[in-house]
């Protein structure tokens, strides 16, 4: 055997062992992360090294024997890496604490100006919130982060402002105090006065009182004239006597638009008049809403075959007496 022989036997017996040893040799692994502690929302890197395995593992994922991944782990989080070959394991861990930021709490301010009035007259509510997300003020409904409504109570109300926020629910209150105005001077009866005329039924005098609201083209919110009307009306259903009164509002259109457009809009022409009442005090629970689209479309009664009818008479929302007011 000459040299150069010599040394390619030596070379490979070399190779030869260290394949054995390799061979027998067991698996390692290290994993290490990029920081420990973290708040919600931030990344983090998870690196890791194996040797002599055959299966790797990262968290029960099979990956690469040498790596790293980003993860961005909403709370605290354990990462493990396993290398296997046959029956021998190694694993390593490493822990990524992270810290929970718990969203601020909702702020709510809610104040009459002002808030002692006399009945008729009128009165500004104003709000604000931080940290919120939904706002609704009782007999309102839902209303912007911050603003100011005018308001006309028919008797002493408590306006009730609810703030929903991811960091809670906060309430805050308003009263308005309604005060009678000086009654007239009463004219003295004359003592031969004829008695007074028998009280007509109640479902009559509601007709009377609380009569149809119209509306413009298109339109549901409300004129200021049918706003007086509601006024008076609202005097009359807070009376103690006409209390238990309960009632419908039905909302009307005229024959113009699809079918599915006018009853959305009767059904918004009706609960305006529902919402404006409860502003004036009427309990909403003695109203109920439905809409009859363009159902009931009649126009006026001067209406002929020479003349069409009016198509603002159909414009409408209609209260319709139900039960309740009962005298003795």
């Known amino acids: 055997m000459n040299h150069k022989s010599g040394q390619l036997f030596l070379l490979s017996f070399v190779l030869l062992i260290s394949g054995l040893l390799s061979a027998c040799a067991p698996p390692t692994a290290k994993i290490k992360v990029s920081r420990n502690d973290i708040k919600a929302g931030d990344p983090v890197t998870v690196s890791w090294e194996t040797k002599n395995g055959k299966q790797i593992e990262l968290n029960g994922q099979q990956v690469e024997k040498i790596g790293a991944k980003t993860f961005t782990p909403n709370d605290t989080t354990n990462y493990e890496i396993v290398a296997k070959k046959g029956k021998k394991v190694a694993r390593d861990r490493a822990s990524v604490k992270v810290e929970i930021i718990k969203p601020p709490a909702p702020t709510a301010m809610l104040s009459a100006e002002p808030d002692s009035i006399e009945r008729g007259q009128n009165t500004k509510l104003k709000w604000t919130s931080t940290n919120s997300k939904i706002l609704n003020i009782s007999g309102l409904g839902d209303v912007p982060i911050s603003g100011e409504r005018e308001i006309s109570p028919r008797v002493s109300t408590t306006y009730t402002l609810t703030a929903l926020g991811d960091g809670g629910t906060v309430t805050a209150s308003a009263r308005v105090s309604v005060t009678d105005p000086p009654p007239p001077p009463v004219a003295e009866r004359p003592r031969t006065a004829e008695p007074p005329p028998k009280e007509p039924p109640v479902a009559d005098q509601f007709r009377g009182i609380v009569k149809p609201v119209f509306f413009e083209l298109d339109k549901s919110d409300l004129q200021q004239s049918e706003q007086d009307k509601l006024r008076r009306a609202a005097d009359w259903l807070n ?76 414009r409408r929302a209609d209260p319709v007496y139900l039960r309740g007011g009962d005298r003795p």
């Open 239 to 314: 009376q103690d006597r006409n209390r238990t009164i309960a009632f419908r509002i039905e909302g009307n259109c005229d024959p113009r638009g699809t079918a599915e457009y006018n009853l959305g809009l009767g059904d918004r022409r009706a609960r305006s008049v529902r919402d404006f009442l409860a502003s004036l005090g009427v309990d909403p629970s003695r109203v109920e809403t439905i809409s009859y689209g363009s159902e009931k479309a009649l126009g006026t009664e001067e209406g002929s075959s020479e003349t069409p009818p009016s198509w603002a008479f159909d």
